[in-house]
């Protein structure tokens, strides 16, 4: 079979298609990955499983992967060298991070600096004032949190750059599934939120990265 | 017709059968009063109409009324003279007055001092650590939101009391109907947040009645 | 009673603290007014009602009233006389004006240049195309749909810059309340949108102006 | 046990029952089969998983089985020999392939001739342009979609023929379980879209075999 | 304001461009209805309010209204005089009729001769049983349906055309807003039902249409 | 216009078609009366708005209206006058009224003798306990009840009867509209109850007619 | 550990507490069973998972066990000869059977006569009035349907008996879960249905019960 | 990498950091337990998997594990001798235990005496009465309910201390997942009920620490 891939994604709105892995076999993404290969020197996979991961290594060069997000890259990539951080990804806590390295891992993919500051939930709210001149260098700041989703609004009173939010599935009871942290962002009183889809740590970086482009 | 009014409530648990206002019609609210007052000094209605207030103000004596709230008082009622609060009420904003009234006036009604802070609100965080050492002399802290409701999950971080929070509906969009700020109450990862139905300023005195009486 | 206004927000985080219009009494509202205008040459309201602004318009000078949106500015502006808009906004039809001048307003009171596209749905999606050039040259799009919400989606998948997606509560059926439209850009298959509440052009302004603000 | 089989639906309203095989046993569909298999040359399993096809497979003689949708078909089978397909199965990618197969074999059934083009998503709209002439040539067209569903919204703006919107359940956070593709393709603002329940490609086929028999 | 008519919407898909009219004000639909009347010679508005009809009425020739739909056509109409009907329109009772004359007019605008046959409820299946001759003749079937929506279901069991289910607002509690119609139609046992939005008797009629014009 | 009544429901299952009132007008419901009035000595109205009874009482003889519940009866009614009822309706408070009213008039005018208990709800459960005997001698109970739907839980364990739980659309916050009623009644743990729609007394009544039927 | 066992439930409304065996560990669900056997001849499990029963077979004498439903006896039953059934049960398909079994055995259990009729959907109408005669013979219906649950609206257009419908778990996309299934039921234009939870058929025989014992 | 615990919290608000067990993995959760360790003698995890606790019991000191509710205590833990309970946690059946266990322990970890009355549902309330006097003799009452979540209800009637009610999610139908006993608790016509997240026993315990605490 063939694929429709869309080549000239990345002329026209300056990133490439990139491979959403979870619901796709793994022969499909071999197709699919040698295709893409030929026109590009990298390609990014979203949330694969583990299994499928191990039978693409054995397939094809300079695979790394990230258990955590399940984000995979294939091929070559160059790392930014800048001191100071585009992006910050900020989040509650360490049960966030299968978000927060999807977010990291695929800033890196499109050329940006991307840093991780996690454990400054909203119930301690002086760690996080503690790192203010840190985050204030940062271009876009990115904010995963679970559970009642507060952590973007009090980040959205303290901080002036444009604020991705991006709710994480992870709770029980009426959190579950991450529509509480959403609905929370959305109807923040912090003015100029911009939300994501639940757990979308990938989109938020591509997000991310059209912001940072106007800006260079 | 008879009204099956459960007197011998003050006496099982601490406080009267109180008159939900919203759905009865004059008539029936007169009969539920009259027979009310044969047992007692005085009687509150909930979500009372204005009309239907009008109408009630020209039938008996010593009605008080709350327009914001729609809370009825009709009788004595002695003011508690104590000069710390027992409870103090916080909010976000203005617009949530019609329930932090509620809770106000019923917490008054029930004998216990109460006191209200408005415009608390967590887009601006340092307006709540200012009044830190006056809501610390409270015994119990009711916190009303609308919208992302994290103002209670703030407040959960900062002080030690018995905290009562209760969600509004006030918002448009996802917030509309306060479902979001009470589910974003309800999963809080600030630990022992205690929930009310949305807009229940009433049931609100009332749980703090029940703590703040164990206390005396 | 004294009102807890935000005055320093505007040096905190760049913008001042902004009166949500639609669950405020007159009273009220002239009161934060008075209190803001001491401090700032101009306020913003969103949602306000035609009556309540009737009221606003004979108490205060140089009043501004749109009132599809129900934006309400009093006090002095000054336009923004670039040549090139650094936002534009994009609609399917003339149903979603009421946000889409929210957007408008509120992006115009912040200093920002702006203009309006409407009626570029996408059943007839060669309206879309026809305007490309134009709408290559804007900073940020801001993207306004009820009913399916399709519109962003299409121009995610045509355009680079950063794209605020705006639901509408335009529809009937499952359409209503705009839950659909919001739903349908969160989920959206074109990479990087970000989003906002729906009906929220206030919102989405604010936004716009933390990425542009960034820009110069 | 008797199987109360409706064997006369055939002559009654045009095609036969099929067997929803998701919740029965192996012995129970084994004995509808055989008892169908006695007035008909032929019958189709719907959603039947892996493990209960390999026991069907050692009872019955020509069984064909698709993995991806768990279609399954036992006995013989006449193929459509026409050129031009009545129905053309569209999709925005190769995750949909579970219910695009699903359409394609119950088409095939039913002696229609059926064509399938993947991986013509939204968010490259060209890769639809570029096939305009062959899906023109079509009868009926099936849409499937996961996600935001939007692709149904484009294909209806620009084709005359009636248009089956199946939405599909591939999609995480708010698209998950593909609630969000069903309401987006109701409440379509392309006009006339018909709309089947989630992931149904089999009921899909059989809405277009009610509406290609009326043209014959 | 000049508004973007999809004037070659007619040539391109067969249909011209409908005026939605629940959500414009009267100028902006005699705006359009001006510019729309100079390419075509007449117009259709859904879901039009009798007070704007009132005002239209003024200043347009040729002005059909139906109250109980908000149906209105501006402009020549030419009758459909063909004896067999194209489509008949079944429903379980009077209620129903705001959203059975929408398709019935909007059929009749778009030259198809269409017919009504109200009060078939499944209550009582032998009102629907004792005109079985007569729908056989029709070539598609638009079933209206509130409350538990189940007539499509027990139509489609019977008569083996194209069958539109148009689920209906009509009901209380669990059936309120038509929710319950719907998902009882898209997962009927009935099989190959097509269904469209709530209430949406128009875009049944324009689906009709796609499927009757490819039978001529 | 034709209505096709169900003349011969009686015969068929026991007890007449009966007229939905809410959602027709003056002018259809007068039809169908007269059609009714001509096979039958008297007919039932259900959710009839003030307004329209005003006018119907002009055109018929004998005609009965119930303000709460919006019943109506015209025609002549005789009563039933056996000592005990078959039917005892128990709500927990006065604002239950208007179903409790809808399944009171619709017994009597099924011929059943029916008795109301008002105001027995589960906060002051003693109240209940009070009236064991009386409520013993009755065949069927109907239980009414807004806000938590408590009420049928606690009756199913005191009592051996048959229970039609009927949840009411009384309450505010999660409680508006009766859902939280209606999922409380359906998942008790009390053994045995049966269910209603929401606010429907007219139902209840028809049910508790089937079964008291069989009794006699 | 005591258990709290309400064995006086038999006399105060006339059948034993059952054990909930779903979320029981087997200790646990052995200690209640020697604890009640000790008052009673048997005692009746609901949704025992095959893994427990055949650790409980191992502890107790006359253990029975319905694999589908997850019924299990222990102890004596006396099966009750009469020749007419007292309750029937309907269902759609065989993919029922895993409630339809569950209402036979609490039945049986309970002492009444009980019939199974399967396979009489609404998609084949005229296998249900083929047998007619026969269910016009029992005194009360349990009639189960998942999907878009019309069957019990189709029976109670036929039949004067009380009929409890009970919702089932049997659907995919808006049919998951049993839900649209409940609406459906709820909502019915058929007079006087009576619904329990989904898959409660234990419920629904308890019901019955409660319905025959007055009858006899 | 370093772990933001915040160390201060029981200065601040009187109790210390816990670890949600749930989604964290063996290797971080070790690390956080020695971070505590070196400034607290114990530490407390939640929802802890069995797996996780039996390789942290090879690594730490002195750990207690509760199966049935995942609770698990590192370190050192001195047992409150008081005769009578701080704390009664009320529940309807064994199925609740994983809850209550959660309640239970983490009250004791933070120095409370608390005490389980297991079996005292609703269907059988006599049980409940029985213990009237020993249940007066708590300071705060916490009260578990799965299915209809009518247990608290029926408490708040008899009993004057605060009551915290703990939604749980056992149930099948409606009642899955535990937001049908949520709603139930939210909108209870007994008055003053405060309520935590479904299964959140040990929120439960703390929000009783808050209250106790204060009585001593």
Known sequence: MNYNIDHNRKTRIGFPEVIYGESKDVDTL????EETLKHSPNALLTKLQEEKYLKI???????FYDLKSGICIVGNLTKNKKRNPDIIILSG??????VV??????????????????????????????????????????????????????????F?????????????GVAKGGHTALN????????????????NGYGAAIAAYRIVKGLR
């Open 30 to 33: 071999s197709n699919i990955l």
């Open 57 to 63: 290594k054995d397939k094809f060069k300079n695979v």
């Open 93 to 98: 806590g360490t049960s966030d991070e299968f």
């Open 101 to 158: 390295n999807e977010a990291f891992y695929t800033s890196e993919f499109l050329g940006l600096k991307a840093k991780k500051i996690i454990d400054v939930g909203v119930a301690g709210v002086h760690r996080l004032l503690d790192r203010k001149e840190e985050i204030n260098k940062a271009k876009v700041l990115i904010v995963c949190a679970g559970f009642e989703g507060a952590l973007p609004t009090v980040v959205g009173g303290l």
């Open 160 to 172: 002036p750059q444009p604020i991705i939010a991006v709710p994480i599935s992870i709770g029980y």
């Open 184 to 199: 929370s962002m959305l109807s923040s009183c912090a003015n100029g939120l911009l939300v994501t889809n639940i757990d």
